[in-house]
Nanobody
Framework: QVQLVESGGGLVQAGGSLRLSCAASGRTFSSYAMGWFRQPPGKEREFVAAISWSGGGTMYADSVKGRFTISRDNAKNTVYLQMNSLKPDDTAVYYC????????????????WGQGTQVTVSS
């Protein structure tokens, strides 16, 4: 089992940057593929980015490709989401998720979730 805690959210102007972090408990962080998801106000949860167990594979939603970068540091039990060129449409609660056997964009396949961190982008 793994526990996840996100941090780094906040209020930023359009065009700005934020880096989200997700710290995981436990000694087997490298056994989990990790994902970032978001839920805009009044909308369903959506995929943002995912990274494989070793970090050798990454995938992104088309809406964030070229602006966001997912990375992980297995020695620090942490996954990051660097967000650049932020837009008002990026406003959402951002969640990190972990799963020992699934790496992909389907949020329903991830077993473990953090509590979320709010990102608000003003125009």
């Amino acid at each position: 089992q793994v526990q996840l805690v996100e941090s780094g959210g906040g209020l930023v102007q359009a065009g700005g940057s934020l880096r989200l972090s997700c710290a995981a408990s436990g000694r087997t962080f490298s056994s989990y593929a990790m994902g970032w998801f978001r839920q805009p106000p009044g909308k369903e949860r959506e995929f943002v980015a995912a990274i494989s167990w070793s970090g050798g594979g990454t995938m992104y939603a088309d809406s964030v490709k070229g602006r966001f970068t997912i990375s992980r540091d297995n020695a620090k039990n942490t996954v990051y989401l660097q967000m650049n060129s932020l837009k008002p449409d990026d406003t959402a609660v951002y969640y990190c998720a972990a799963d020992p056997s699934f790496y992909g964009s389907n949020w329903k396949r991830y077993d473990y979730w953090g509590q979320g961190t709010q990102v608000t982008v003003s125009s």
